[in-house]
């Protein structure tokens, strides 16, 4: 017995040693590459000292004294907080995601390399200037110096996933201008369109395409054409849903807005700006301050791989950005020669194929080989789309040539309106209304794209590629793309909505967002005649729904006329009659009408579109506006349910069937009493990890945050969007907060949703994420006596 004991208790004790040790080593693991950031370091390669200070969130102020130092440091900066995501992102511009992910990401990496981001990043390279080439050597070398200094306290992501960072090149952090340029989600409409062509009349069809007559307000409404002076579906996005779920999707909608000085309190400009993307962990912004005396004061937020401040300030001007939806893809079938199918037709000849042999290694040490195939244009995609018995091509405008790195080392150094819309002239591939003020009192807004010039006989769809009739002719000249500035209303504001008026010359796009966002900023702007740093707050974090307000005019006076609701319904339609329209968290209505709103589409469009409904919905671009298109119709055949022939259906009848579905759903989720339906119990945040899906990593190394219970939607100012085909848990929204005065810059204002560190152990991996749901904000500070006082952390770096 006493040996049997000692056995037991001699186990226990193993057991207990074991237990020990596995919590130190995951200690040591998940604690080992948090920086200290008062320590001095020496680099090689600085010509000087470099100083950083840090505020209370780790935010880094970089004082050097020429720019080769500063990038440098920067480079090392960047690595010491965001290594593990700079390495995922640039596998993401290189197709090789599977090395680390396994099998199920070949078919997205072979997506990823048919965009053939780092050819057209050598070519950018070839041709920089001794300027950018200093600046983007430099960078490499600081994040390789911080790889060699730290190859036994790595993130703990390259230890769980059992690999080890490579040298960074200098081509991989143009290839970022890439990953920002490569927006598809609006592209592949064109092909959704084919499928739902297949399966419904021509009037439906007719129906679901924009209508560009219908009034819609416009981002530069003027009468002179060219600008006043003065979610995705998995099958429809490809393997593109992997991207999302790893935090790694791009800049989809925004919003800005510039008042100035005579709407200003301060009687100098105010900008605004929160780019909108996946809420995840890491956050896709380094908020981050670089300073060489006499020649570069900038700050604002930098894309983790690149050096350079994207959207800021520096001494002189202030420019914030929103995505424009410009159509710069296009798609065509391709003629295949019957006896070499390595040959394409092409006015009349045969033309072969580029092909380009792929290898892409898995993490289980597998090798796959494939064949890209290219035309003249792009990329054959049928396979990406499973598209059977057609040969179909790309040509996007993320391929032609373009300098954005060239663009924003200028804005970084602009000190006018003509330095800034001088940069803006190589910013072609990631198309983006860019607003603008300075220290000179001027505010302005810039339509900076590559909007091509071709034949719209064909306005939608999959194009003839068998001749050069629908190949595009250049793009619209700088010099005629929209531009204001100083206008007469004294504000500029875009937010992702129509671009230009029916007068405009040139096709810019068709599937942009609702315009309820920028009707609210308008309509907030235009209240006040004087508006202050506050006031701008209050803005971006405003919740009415402009869409709700359109949508239950319509609604209301059907469901109340309707004498068949029960008890539940009725009280959910009170609910509705009192609603003030605003998304509150706390309240019951916002919740009703969200899912009325699916429902109502749901019951729309799913009888006719059946299997592809899914794919429809999930393209939002098309569903919503399709919807807001025949809401402002009332008589539409799609309002007819196909599968009952003996009754004609109206809108009236899709606003009941959406409704009676709708209580249904709420009720079986949330009980029978729709007084205690709150937004915020089904419309929540998980700000999640990319590794956090294994359950037991999540645990070991805290990865995620939340739920939150969160206000808005999609179609409010401050939007907390989510996947329509798995609501409401928001996985979308503003991925930055900031507020500039061109009269003080010290009193602008930032707020990320997570924090500076990507390294789950660090006190500021998520520090900025509750003051950023209580939409609290902290100072920006840019003077050095301001930075200095409110320094938490200095440290500096020395020559070697």
Same mark, same amino acid.
């Given at each position: 017995?006493?040996?049997?004991? !000692?056995?037991?208790?001699?186990?226990?004790?193993?057991?207990?040693?074991?237990?020990?040790?596995?919590?130190?080593? @995951?200690?040591?693991?998940?604690?080992?590459?948090?920086?200290?950031?008062?320590?001095?370091?020496?680099?090689?390669?600085?010509?000087?000292?470099?100083?950083?200070? $840090?505020?209370?969130?780790?935010?880094?102020?970089?004082?050097?004294?020429?720019?080769?130092?500063?990038?440098?440091?920067?480079?090392?900066?960047?690595?010491?907080? $965001?290594?593990?995501?700079?390495?995922?992102?640039?596998? &993401?511009?290189?197709?090789?995601?599977?090395?680390?992910?396994?099998?199920?990401?070949?078919?997205? +990496?072979?997506?990823?390399?048919?965009?053939?981001?780092?050819?057209?990043?050598?070519?950018?390279?070839?041709?920089?200037?001794?300027? =950018?080439?200093?600046?983007?050597?430099?960078?490499?070398?600081?994040?390789?110096?911080?790889?060699?200094?730290?190859? !036994?306290?790595?993130?703990?992501?390259?230890?769980?996933?059992?690999?080890?960072?490579?040298?960074?090149?200098?081509?991989?952090?143009?290839?970022?201008?890439?990953?920002?340029?490569?927006?598809?989600?609006?592209?592949?409409?064109?092909?959704?369109?084919?499928?739902?062509?297949?399966?419904?009349?021509?009037?439906?069809?007719?129906?679901?395409?924009?209508?560009?007559?219908?009034? #819609?307000?416009?981002?530069?409404?003027?009468?002179?054409?060219?600008?006043?002076?003065?979610?995705?579906?998995?099958?429809?996005?490809?393997?593109? !849903?992997?991207?999302?779920?790893?935090? &790694?999707?791009?800049?989809?909608?925004?919003?800005?807005?510039?008042?100035?000085?005579?709407?200003?309190?301060?009687?100098?400009?105010?900008?605004?700006?929160?780019?909108?993307?996946?809420?995840? /962990?890491?956050?896709?912004?380094?908020?981050?301050?670089?300073? @060489?005396?006499?020649?570069?004061?900038?700050?604002? @937020?930098?894309?983790?791989?690149?050096?350079?401040?994207? =959207?800021?300030?520096?001494?002189?001007?202030?420019?914030?950005?929103?995505?424009?939806?410009?159509?710069?893809?296009?798609?065509?079938?391709?003629?295949?020669?019957?006896?070499?199918?390595?040959?394409?037709?092409?006015?009349? #000849?045969?033309?072969?194929?580029?092909?380009?042999?792929? /290898?892409?290694?898995?993490?289980?040490?597998?090798?796959?080989?494939?064949?890209?195939?290219?035309?003249?244009?792009?990329?054959?995609?049928?396979?990406?789309?499973?598209?059977?018995?057609?040969? &179909?091509?790309?040509?996007?405008?993320?391929?032609?040539?373009?300098?954005?790195?060239?663009?924003?080392?200028?804005?970084? $150094?602009?000190?006018?309106?003509?330095?800034?819309?001088?940069?803006?002239?190589?910013?072609?591939?990631?198309?983006?209304?860019?607003?603008?003020? +300075?220290?000179?009192?001027?505010?302005?807004?810039? =339509?900076?794209?590559?909007?091509?010039?071709?034949?719209?006989?064909?306005?939608?769809?999959?194009?003839?590629?068998?001749?050069?009739?629908?190949?595009? #002719?250049?793009?619209?000249?700088?010099?005629?793309?929209?531009?204001?500035?100083?206008?007469?209303?004294?504000?500029?504001?875009?937010?992702?909505?129509?671009?230009?008026?029916?007068?405009?010359?040139?096709?810019?796009?068709?599937?942009?967002?609702?315009?309820?966002?920028?009707? $609210?900023?308008?309509?907030?702007?235009?209240?006040?005649?004087?508006?202050?740093?506050?006031?701008?707050?209050?803005?971006?974090?405003?919740?009415?729904?402009?869409?709700?307000?359109?949508?239950?005019?319509?609604?209301?006076?059907?469901?109340?006329?309707?004498?068949?609701?029960?008890?539940?319904?009725?009280?959910?339609?009170?609910?509705?009659?009192?609603?003030?329209?605003?998304?509150?968290?706390?309240?019951?209505?916002?919740?009703?009408?969200?899912?009325?709103?699916?429902?109502?589409?749901? =019951?729309?469009?799913?009888?006719?579109?059946?299997?592809?409904?899914?794919?429809?919905?999930?393209?939002?671009?098309?569903?919503?506006?399709?919807?807001?298109?025949?809401?402002? !119709?009332?008589?539409?055949?799609?309002?007819?349910? @196909?599968?009952?022939?003996? /009754?004609?259906?109206?809108?009236?009848?899709?606003?009941?069937?959406?409704?009676?579905?709708?209580?249904?759903?709420?009720?079986?989720?949330?009980?029978?009493?729709?007084?205690?339906?709150?937004?915020?119990?089904?419309?929540?945040?998980?700000?999640?990890?990319?590794?956090?899906?294994?359950?037991?990593?999540?645990?070991?190394?805290?990865?995620?945050?939340?739920?939150?219970?969160?206000?808005?939607?999609?179609?409010?100012?401050?939007?907390?969007?989510?996947?329509?085909?798995?609501?409401?848990?928001?996985?979308?929204?503003?991925?930055?907060?900031?507020?500039?005065?061109?009269?003080?810059? +010290?009193?602008?204002?930032?707020?990320?949703?997570?924090?500076?560190?990507?390294?789950?152990?660090?006190?500021?991996?998520?520090?900025?994420?509750?003051?950023?749901?209580?939409?609290?904000?902290?100072?920006?500070?840019?003077?050095?006596?301001?930075?200095?006082?409110?320094?938490?952390?200095?440290?500096?770096?020395?020559?070697?």
């Amino acid at each position: 017995m006493k040996i049997l004991k !000692r056995i037991a208790l001699a186990l226990l004790v193993l057991l207990i040693v074991i237990l020990i040790a596995a919590l130190l080593f @995951v200690r040591h693991l998940s604690h080992r590459a948090v920086p200290d950031y008062n320590k001095d370091l020496s680099l090689k390669g600085l010509h000087a000292p470099v100083d950083v200070y $840090r505020d209370s969130f780790a935010i880094p102020h970089v004082y050097a004294l020429n720019e080769h130092d500063l990038y440098l440091v920067t480079g090392y900066l960047l690595a010491e907080d $965001r290594l593990w995501q700079m390495d995922m992102l640039r596998r &993401v511009t290189e197709g090789r995601l599977s090395e680390i992910f396994g099998e199920k990401f070949v078919d997205t +990496d072979m997506l990823l390399r048919a965009l053939r981001f780092t050819e057209k990043s050598e070519q950018i390279l070839a041709g920089s200037d001794e300027k =950018c080439l200093e600046a983007i050597n430099a960078f490499a070398e600081g994040i390789n110096q911080y790889i060699k200094a730290n190859e !036994r306290r790595l993130p703990p992501e390259f230890a769980i996933l059992k690999y080890r960072p490579e040298t960074w090149k200098p081509v991989n952090s143009l290839n970022m201008i890439g990953y920002m340029a490569w927006d598809l989600k609006a592209g592949w409409s064109e092909i959704l369109l084919q499928d739902i062509r297949n399966v419904v009349d021509s009037v439906r069809y007719g129906q679901l395409l924009p209508d560009l007559q219908r009034p #819609q307000p416009a981002v530069f409404p003027g009468s002179s054409p060219l600008g006043i002076s003065g979610i995705p579906g998995p099958d429809m996005l490809l393997n593109t !849903r992997l991207l999302k779920d790893l935090g &790694v999707d791009i800049l989809e909608a925004s919003n800005n807005w510039v008042v100035s000085g005579t709407k200003s309190k301060t009687g100098m400009p105010l900008l605004a700006n929160d780019m909108h993307l996946g809420l995840n /962990i890491p956050g896709i912004w380094y908020q981050m301050h670089q300073v @060489v005396p006499g020649k570069l004061n900038v700050t604002g @937020v930098v894309l983790p791989g690149s050096p350079l401040v994207i =959207c800021g300030h520096n001494d002189s001007i202030a420019w914030g950005m929103t995505n424009t939806y410009v159509d710069n893809l296009d798609f065509y079938e391709e003629k295949i020669n019957p006896a070499d199918s390595g040959q394409y037709e092409f006015n009349g #000849q045969w033309k072969n194929f580029e092909l380009k042999k792929v /290898i892409i290694r898995t993490s289980g040490k597998n090798e796959v080989e494939k064949t890209l195939r290219f035309t003249h244009r792009g990329p054959v995609v049928s396979s990406f789309r499973h598209i059977t018995g057609r040969t &179909v091509s790309m040509h996007w405008a993320g391929a032609e040539k373009s300098d954005e790195f060239r663009t924003v080392m200028m804005l970084n $150094r602009a000190n006018n309106w003509k330095d800034f819309t001088e940069a803006l002239r190589t910013f072609t591939s990631i198309s983006q209304n860019i607003a603008y003020a +300075d220290k000179k009192g001027n505010i302005g807004l810039y =339509c900076a794209a590559g909007v091509p010039v071709r034949n719209r006989d064909i306005p939608f769809g999959i194009l003839p590629g068998h001749t050069d009739g629908y190949d595009w #002719q250049g793009y619209v000249p700088f010099e005629e793309l929209p531009h204001l500035f100083n206008p007469a209303t004294g504000y500029v504001a875009s937010a992702n909505n129509r671009t230009a008026p029916d007068n405009y010359p040139h096709h810019i796009g068709s599937w942009y967002s609702l315009p309820s966002r920028y009707e $609210r900023i308008s309509e907030l702007l235009s209240q006040k005649s004087v508006l202050t740093v506050e006031d701008f707050k209050t803005m971006q974090l405003d919740h009415y729904s402009k869409l709700a307000e359109k949508y239950m005019a319509v609604f209301l006076p059907v469901l109340a006329n309707s004498k068949k609701w029960n008890e539940v319904e009725k009280q959910a339609l009170i609910l509705l009659q009192e609603w003030d329209f605003f998304m509150d968290k706390e309240k019951s209505a916002p919740a009703i009408f969200e899912t009325l709103y699916l429902h109502f589409i749901r =019951c729309v469009f799913a009888d006719e579109l059946g299997q592809i409904f899914e794919n429809f919905n999930g393209v939002t671009s098309m569903s919503r506006n399709a919807t807001d298109q025949l809401i402002e !119709r009332k008589d539409s055949p799609w309002f007819d349910n @196909v599968s009952t022939s003996e /009754i004609t259906e109206t809108i009236d009848s899709m606003v009941v069937c959406a409704y009676a579905e709708a209580i249904s759903v709420l009720s079986g989720r949330l009980g029978g009493d729709p007084g205690t339906w709150e937004w915020g119990s089904i419309h929540e945040l998980n700000l999640a990890h990319p590794l956090s899906s294994v359950r037991i990593l999540d645990r070991v190394f805290n990865l995620n945050r939340g739920p939150f219970r969160v206000d808005g939607s999609f179609h409010t100012v401050s939007p907390y969007s989510y996947n329509p085909n798995d609501p409401y848990d928001s996985d979308h929204g503003s991925s930055h907060r900031h507020i500039f005065d061109a009269g003080n810059w +010290d009193n602008s204002l930032t707020v990320i949703p997570t924090g500076i560190s990507g390294i789950p152990a660090s006190r500021h991996y998520c520090d900025q994420t509750e003051i950023y749901l209580k939409g609290i904000y902290h100072a920006d500070y840019f003077s050095k006596d301001r930075v200095v006082s409110h320094a938490k952390y200095k440290m500096k770096f020395l020559p070697l």
